[in-house]
């Protein structure tokens, strides 16, 4: 780690730095396929599904309705207790035929994230199978746009051609859900976690939460239409690192004052306040790819930056910094290079 002394960057009004003690907080597991055949990644065996669920059930945490856990980080008493809610992204088939069941049988609630669009292609639920799910008992259907499009402002697009393809994605799908499943609820996945300031204001606009595909939990501090989310697919699912997962906690700080990850330059910056909760000689980033990485440090901040430049479309700094009773508080930044191609 590098200390250096840094200039304060104006930023930091706008960051609550006093203290706040996390007690328990809301950590989201995001799924695609739940299947032994499908891409690997984006997908989480069978077998490693429900070790995943029995860790859950060993630890003691309650499995909850995602709609009313989010709603209660921001109530006035927030939950005394830690919670896991239960997402899968795209409303693919194998959570029909697999995933869904599983859950059943435990009477463990979740939520699909339904790309509309693709509802009845090939290797995705039909409407029929939708339909049949959405009257069960602890699942929710919510929006995840229509295409499954990069939603962020391209490179070179107007603003009125980007409006116009926002617009008809996030609220035709709202729609269609709606008049086939009777399902309004005010939550948006991102397709591809992409977001940028602009996409996050239309979600707010709408009174929806938005959530990412970059890992942390959710506490009263977290950015509204940027949560978290942990990925559970095979290479990010291992049960040798999901007890952390399962039990960490928000970084203390408010991150809807972070950058929205639109990379200005490569390497990126990152600068966090400095608050009680974080002592720099007890945190520890990583960037995607590059494993640990330095980072500088002032009295007011704390600055992450790569030893070199990304090559890839999307990546994280990640920081963890031990919490209360062996957890940690963890933080992921998600970084976007729109000059690379999308997928």
């Known amino acids: 780690m590098k200390v ?6 104006a930023i930091f009004s706008l ?9 328990a907080d809301l950590v989201v597991l995001q799924y695609h396929h739940i299947s032994d055949d499908t891409p690997p990644s984006t997908s989480t065996s069978i077998s490693l599904f429900k070790a995943q669920l029995d860790m859950i059930d060993d630890l003691g945490l309650d499995v909850v309705d995602l709609h009313s856990a989010t709603e209660g980080q921001y109530s006035d008493e927030p939950p005394a207790d830690q919670y896991i809610a239960i997402t899968f992204d795209d409303a693919y088939e194998s959570v029909y035929t ?18 509309t669009a693709a509802i009845g292609s090939h290797g995705y639920m039909t409407w029929e199978q939708l339909e049949e799910l959405a009257v069960r008992d602890g699942v929710s259907i919510a929006n995840h746009g229509a295409g499954h499009g990069h939603l962020a402002r391209k490179q070179g697009e107007s603003e009125a051609d980007w409006e116009t393809r926002v617009t008809r994605s996030l609220d035709t799908a709202q729609a269609e859900l709606k008049k086939r499943l009777g399902t309004d609820l005010p939550l948006f996945a991102y397709p591809y976690g992409e977001f940028d300031k602009a996409l996050e204001a239309e979600v707010a606009e709408r009174g929806w939460y938005g959530f990412g595909q970059q890992s942390g939990a959710i506490g009263p501090l977290s950015g509204k239409t940027r949560l978290p989310r942990f990925p559970m697919a095979n ?9 952390d997962k399962l039990r960490s906690k928000a970084f203390p700080i408010d991150t809807s004052k972070l950058p929205d990850g639109i990379m200005e330059s490569n390497p990126p910056e990152l600068t966090l306040p400095r608050t009680d909760e974080i002592q720099p000689g007890r945190l520890t980033c990583f960037a995607s790819g590059m494993g640990r990485i330095d980072f500088k440090v002032s009295e007011t901040s704390i600055t992450v930056e790569a030893p070199k430049p990304f090559n890839s479309r999307r990546f994280r ?13 963890w933080l992921s930044q998600q970084w976007l290079d729109l000059s690379q191609p999308e997928d």
Request: with cysteine; proline share 5%; charged share 15%.
């Open 235 to 243: 290479a990010y699912g291992q049960l040798n690192g999901l007890k």
């Open 98 to 115: 697999k995933g869904a069941s599983i859950l059943q049988e435990r009477g463990l609630p979740y939520t699909i994230f339904v790309d």
């Open 317 to 329: 700094y990640n920081c963890t910094h031990p919490a209360q009773d062996g957890s940690f508080y």
């Open 4 to 9: 250096t002394t840094l200039r304060i960057p």
């Open 15 to 23: 960051f609550l730095l006093a203290s706040f003690t996390v007690n």
